[in-house]
């Protein structure tokens, strides 16, 4: 029988976000930090030059991307070669002709890897992602699927949002473009990048937007009033040029009479009433410009609807794009524009957390103690600890085998940062019960993980079940091999694809997830042991994680995907 979970797991969830971000703010010395990263850079370059030696276009595209990214801070000139090596194999299958290419396996998994590519270069030179883009844009002689399309459009959107810092005008070229095939609620959002720095462009394109809307059927509800709904909330004067907010506002005013929504509310709503009631939610948008229009629809207000809503809204929609696009100063910039208190306390938290992302622990410091945010934990007691650990170790025997070893390890892993010592019983009990389970699937994921476990709390037993581990996955993997197009495609090209697919490719996934804890464990002993994989691409892309993870910083606490149950 299930028993549900220790309430020492329920401790965990409790404290979830204060342990993530105290993991993240531990380091280690500046300099052993800087020496750690010097060896991730000589991986790196070791591994460029070994890109050469792969017979798959897809390995050299995907590790080759991987790469130039991470190497570019270090080594710009090498990383824009690489990536310009990425979109030639990239281009060999997305402009190749005939057959059935634009439907294929292969052809979807390169417009990914054109997608992910195009990202980590946008981060570091905006004009020659959208050089890249144009530059690998799918070519066929058949229609491509729907699907490709809507990618290729939002792809295009994503990075004119980042060329619109430094190039607004071809990000407004770009957004016509993908106004031409449909309404999306991105050019929304390019709109607001574009206002923030070219007011009169922003204007342009926001005339050619109420243009293309008197066509559009709004009672749609997506893409068009969603499109709608967000235009008129988002892109508001000052920002939007007055007569033109106007003229959407008359759109949305018109349909809403058109359809009815002048009349009383029907005592059982019909066909049109679900646009009324959209209609209902932007009337305090639309009182400020049409306000006699606005009285004949006012019984469709909501009961709860604020007035003070325009401003606030407008204000997340800028703090949203900034905080996937903009910089930790352009986000502390908008306290400026909103005085609000509780979204200042808003703009603190996500610029608290940008800095994280961007590994920049310090800064995430100042600004929580510039603003009264508390973001180190609170130890828990130790008597609740005890009391906790009691309970636990009453409940295991109750539990299925799967979920003792599950609770064991997130309490030890969870006791990592305060106390250590008991944080091993517990990885040492989890560790019993692992190699006391049936030889499989199962017990070789769960190793894994615990070998994951002992590196987070700096143990030596971590690599000494790797070490016992590595053989298995050298056989799973040939077997794998062996059974390509039976079990599933694990090879392309003769060598074996990243895609994850299959039991063997998730066993490697959940290893490369867990990069970080062996890298930040002992590197140079990480490194050795992808010396073990057989298969060259294998190791390559084992070596290249550990590097990245280096890079990006100490692990965040327990909660990495590495750990998903």
Request: aromatic letters at 8%; proline letters at 5%; hydrophobic letters at 40%.
């Amino acid at each position: 029988m299930n028993r549900p979970c220790s309430s020492f797991l329920a401790l965990l969830v409790t404290l979830f976000f204060s342990i993530s971000v105290v993991q993240a703010q531990q380091t280690t010395t500046k300099e052993a930090n800087a020496e750690l990263r010097e060896k991730a850079y000589k991986v790196l370059e070791s591994l460029a030059g070994q890109i050469g030696s792969l017979q798959s276009a897809e390995n050299r595209a995907r590790i080759g991307s991987n790469i130039a990214g991470s190497l570019w801070p270090h080594d710009e000139e090498r990383a824009r070669a690489l990536f310009a090596s990425v979109a030639e194999d990239i281009k060999v299958v997305l402009q190749r002709q005939g057959d059935d290419s634009p439907r294929d396996e292969t052809f979807r998994i390169f417009l990914k890897l054109r997608d992910d590519t195009i990202e980590r270069i946008a981060q570091h030179d905006p004009e020659l992602a959208l050089s890249f883009l144009q530059k690998t844009e799918p070519v066929s002689d058949k229609p491509l699927p729907r699907e490709a399309l809507e990618m290729e459009q939002s792809l295009k959107l994503r990075v004119a949002r980042r060329v619109a810092t430094r190039n607004p005008e071809v990000a407004v070229k770009l957004a016509r473009q993908a106004l031409e095939s449909r309404l999306s609620s991105e050019i929304v959002t390019l709109l607001l990048r574009v206002s923030g720095k070219d007011k009169q462009q922003a204007q342009a394109l926001h005339r050619d937007i109420v243009d293309k809307l008197r066509d559009a059927d709004i009672t749609n509800y997506y893409p068009e009033w969603d499109f709608t709904q967000n235009l008129l909330r988002h892109f508001t004067p000052p920002a939007a040029d007055d007569v033109t907010y106007r003229e959407a506002v008359n759109i949305v005013i018109n349909r809403a009479l058109a359809e009815g929504c002048s009349k009383p509310k029907p005592a059982e709503y019909n066909q049109h009433s679900s646009f009324c009631i959209y209609v209902g939610g932007l009337l305090p948008y639309i009182e400020r410009y049409s306000p006699a229009q606005a009285g004949r629809l006012k019984h469709w207000m909501p009961e709860q609807q604020l007035r003070g809503s325009i401003d606030i809204n407008q204000a997340y929609a800028e703090l949203n794009e900034l905080s996937e696009n903009g910089t930790v100063d352009e986000m502390l910039a908008l306290r400026s524009k909103y005085p609000d208190p509780e979204f200042q306390r808003e703009i603190h938290r996500r610029a608290i957390h940008k800095a994280e992302q961007l590994g920049d622990p310090e800064r995430a410091r100042k600004i929580a103690g510039d603003s009264g945010e508390q973001i180190e934990p609170n130890q828990v007691p130790v008597e609740q600890i005890e009391r906790e650990l009691a309970k636990l170790q009453k409940e295991l025997p109750d539990m299925p085998v799967r979920q003792q070893f599950l609770t064991l390890l997130g309490a030890g892993l969870f006791l990592v940062p305060q106390d250590q010592t008991t944080a091993l019983k517990l990885l040492k009990q989890a560790d019993s019960v692992v190699y006391a389970m049936e030889p499989g699937k199962d017990q070789t994921q769960y190793q894994i993980m615990l070998a994951m476990g002992y590196c987070y709390a700096q143990d030596d037993r971590g690599f000494a079940i790797m070490e016992s581990v590595l053989p298995k996955l050298n056989e799973l993997i040939a077997a794998g091999a062996k059974l390509d197009g039976y079990d599933t495609g694990y090879l392309r090209d003769g060598e074996w694809n990243m895609t994850g697919k299959g039991s063997v490719g998730n066993l490697l996934t959940r290893l490369s997830e867990g990069a970080g804890y062996f890298a930040w464990s002992d590197f140079d002993r990480a490194v050795t042991l992808t010396t073990q994989f057989e298969r060259g691409e294998i190791r390559m892309m084992a070596q290249l994680k550990l590097a990245q993870a280096i890079l990006a910083g100490r692990p965040r606490g327990i909660y990495s995907s590495a750990f998903r149950y």
